[in-house]
C-alpha cells in the first residue's frame, strides 16, 4: 500500500468513526494532509493495524497538533483546496479558529503533559479483538522509549465510550476545557506505569 493511500484510509476511517469531533466535518482530503503530517514528524507517530491491505485501526500521538499544522503548511496548496469547501461557512471556520486559539493556549492553573493521544480509531467490524488496546499500548511503548512518562487525552465530554475506554486503560481525568464554545472536554492524565497491559 502506497503512503498516500494509507493516509487516506486512516483519513476515511477517522471521518467515519469520529464523527463527533469538528476534524471530521473538513473531510478525507484534509484529514489524510494532517496524518502524512503526523507520520512525518520526528516529534509525532502514527500507528495502524492492517488486514487484507486495509487499514482497521490506528493511533496517533505526539507533542501537540501545533508542530502538525506548521508541517502542513509545506503543502499549503493542497491544504486550502482540501479547505475550500469549508471556507464558504462561517461556522466551521470559527471552530477553525477555536482550534488554532487552543492549540497556541498556555493555561499554568493545572500541569498538562506535553505529549498527546491525538486520535485512535478501529473499524466496528474488528471491534472486542483488543486493537484498540494493542494500539493503546505500542503507543505508551514508543512514549516510553522517548523518555515520556505520562501523556494526555482530551475527550469530549459528551462521548461516553470513548471515556469508559480510557479510564479502563488507567487515564485520570484532571481538567475539564472547552476547546470550541458550549462543548466541554475532559482532559485526562495517563502515567504510563499505570497503563494496563492488554494483550492482543
Not at 493516509?7 to 473538513?26: C, E, K, M, P, T
Not at 496517533?60 to 508542530?67: I, K, V, W
Amino acid at each position: 500500500m502506497s503512503k498516500r493511500e494509507l493516509y487516506r484510509q486512516v483519513a476515511a476511517l477517522h471521518v467515519a468513526n469520529i464523527d463527533q469531533g469538528f476534524l471530521s466535518l473538513l473531510g478525507v482530503r484534509f484529514v489524510s494532509l494532517m496524518y502524512q503530517a503526523i507520520d512525518e514528524g520526528e516529534e509525532s507517530v502514527l500507528l495502524v493495524i492492517e488486514r487484507d491491505d486495509r487499514v482497521i485501526g490506528f493511533v496517533a500521538g505526539g507533542s501537540g497538533m501545533r508542530p502538525i499544522y506548521r508541517r502542513m503548511l509545506r503543502h499549503a496548496p493542497r491544504v486550502m483546496l482540501a479547505l475550500l469547501p469549508s471556507l464558504f461557512s462561517l461556522r466551521r471556520v470559527r471552530r477553525m479558529l477555536e482550534i488554532l486559539r487552543y492549540s497556541h493556549r498556555n493555561d499554568r492553573s493545572v500541569h498538562l503533559p506535553r505529549a498527546e493521544l491525538l486520535s485512535i480509531a478501529v473499524d466496528p467490524a474488528y471491534r472486542g479483538q483488543q486493537h484498540a488496546e494493542t494500539l493503546y499500548r505500542k503507543l505508551t511503548e514508543i512514549f516510553s522509549r522517548q523518555g515520556i512518562d505520562e501523556f494526555k487525552i482530551i475527550v469530549g465530554t459528551a462521548l461516553a465510550p470513548a471515556h469508559r475506554f480510557y479510564r479502563r486503560m488507567g487515564a485520570l481525568p484532571i481538567a475539564e476545557i472547552e476547546v470550541h464554545q458550549n462543548e466541554a472536554s475532559t482532559i485526562y492524565s495517563q502515567r504510563l506505569s499505570m497503563t494496563i497491559d492488554a494483550a492482543e
